[in-house]
């Protein structure tokens, strides 16, 4: 099985992509990686890097060009969302409006071709709960509770860039 990350700059993308090393069997990239390379790599899992669909605005000849990815490979697409006031005050107004927008858009317009969407605030409040529904979703088999994050992490893979991305408790609301 092969799962794509995707969402917004700012939605919780990199939280989800470490959350997926929860269930049993999936080989996780810790890099950002283009559709086409994730298609290349040995990975299961991987998070979108920024020029995606479902991740910023793109014309449609990508978009086609991604969707016929997405369908000729079986990929499923895990997509995040994140409440809009939220992402757009996150990390000094990092997120443009227009980008927001255009992969609002486009989640909308396309959704059919996401195998599954997680709402950041959701998972923020009701991590087990969401796990049991990407697990139902994805028909995979749960290792460790969302939970328990950051206790199953391997963090010398992991990349932490100056706090930016630390690892922190998903507080159970």
Known sequence: MRVYITGCAKTGTTLLRRLM?????????VDEMSLKR?????????KRNAKQIFSIG???????EAIKLIKDNDVKILHIH?????VLKSDNGYVPEKRYNDVEDQMVKYKKHITHIVHFEEL??????????????LGLKIK?????YPNFIDVESEKINNGIYELRKIEKK
């Open 144 to 148: 460790h509770k969302f939970s328990e």
């Open 21 to 29: 090393n929860a269930f049993e069997g999936l080989s996780v990239a």
């Open 124 to 137: 923020t409040h009701h991590p087990d709960k969401v796990q049991k529904e990407i697990a139902d979703a």
């Open 82 to 86: 994140r409440n809009k006031a939220d």
């Open 58 to 64: 793109v014309d449609n000849d990508f978009i086609k």
């Open 38 to 46: 994730f298609l290349e790599s040995e990975y299961d899992v991987a």
